[in-house]
């Protein structure tokens, strides 16, 4: 079974700090990998798309990857309220009919403390 | 731009009765086309995707089924709902069968089932 895993959180962050989120998925094949937030109530919103080694910067988001410890973070700087979210952690991966599929994780919980 | 519509928004419905959720997409042609589930507090659970009309997988086994009648238009039907069926359901696009695109996700549907 190919799984991806994120710690459940809640995650606390004081307003204007870093907040790092974690991901490790088992499909060392997957090649593309997505950051989703999710606010209460509502549907997922993709924010960062990184396919390759290394890191991606976008606003205040990095998205970081390493394909030999199978491993993806992102990285939320000068935390804002507004950024109290479940993230998801998503990994494409190959279905036997050769169509591409993406499996999620179950979230992470973030609270941005004033 | 591409844009996904799923309705209703809100819906109760009694155990035992029929269901049918529309999704469409516009600015778009052959996407891969995605039904999850997500349980208050839990994950996304795929339910069905496809790669083209008339082409449908199923991922969990249960009362619900999936159609792709049209390119853009994936449908979600139930002859006999049941209490388990409650959830937040989800419909989602993606490129092309072979892409790594990311998905995108319409707004969801919130169905209680009495």
């Known amino acids: 079974q190919k799984e991806v895993e994120q710690n459940s959180g809640p995650l606390s962050v004081p307003e204007g700090a870093i907040a790092s989120l974690n991901c490790t998925y088992s499909?060392?094949?997957?090649?593309?990998f997505f950051w989703y937030r999710q606010y209460s109530g509502k549907s997922p919103e993709l924010i960062m798309s990184?396919?390759?080694?290394g890191d991606k910067e976008d606003g205040r988001f990095t998205a970081q990857l390493n394909k030999a410890s199978q491993y993806v973070s992102l990285l939320i700087r000068d935390s804002q309220p507004s950024d109290s979210a479940t993230y998801l952690c998503a990994v494409t991966t190959r279905t036997y009919s050769s169509a591409s599929k993406i499996i999620f994780g179950s979230g992470t919980r973030l609270s941005i403390r004033p | 731009s591409q844009t996904i519509h799923q309705w209703p928004a809100t819906l109760v419905q009694p155990v035992g009765s029929p269901l049918s959720l529309e999704c469409t997409v516009e600015g778009t042609s052959n996407p891969n086309l995605y039904w999850y589930r997500q349980a208050a507090g839990r994950g996304l659970q795929l339910l069905f995707y496809?790669?083209?009309?008339?082409?449908i997988s199923s991922e969990v086994p249960q009362n619900l089924s999936a159609s792709r009648p049209q390119d853009r238009q994936f449908i979600l039907s139930s002859k006999k709902l049941l209490l388990s069926d409650s959830g937040f359901y989800l419909c989602?696009?993606?490129?092309?069968?072979?892409?790594?695109?990311?998905?995108?996700f319409g707004d969801g549907t919130r169905l209680s089932i009495l």
């Open positions: 496809s790669v083209g009309i008339g082409q």
């Open positions: 990184i396919y390759s080694n």
């Open positions: 499909d060392r094949g997957s090649q593309s």
């Open positions: 989602a696009w993606s490129g092309d069968r072979y892409s790594n695109q990311p998905q995108h």
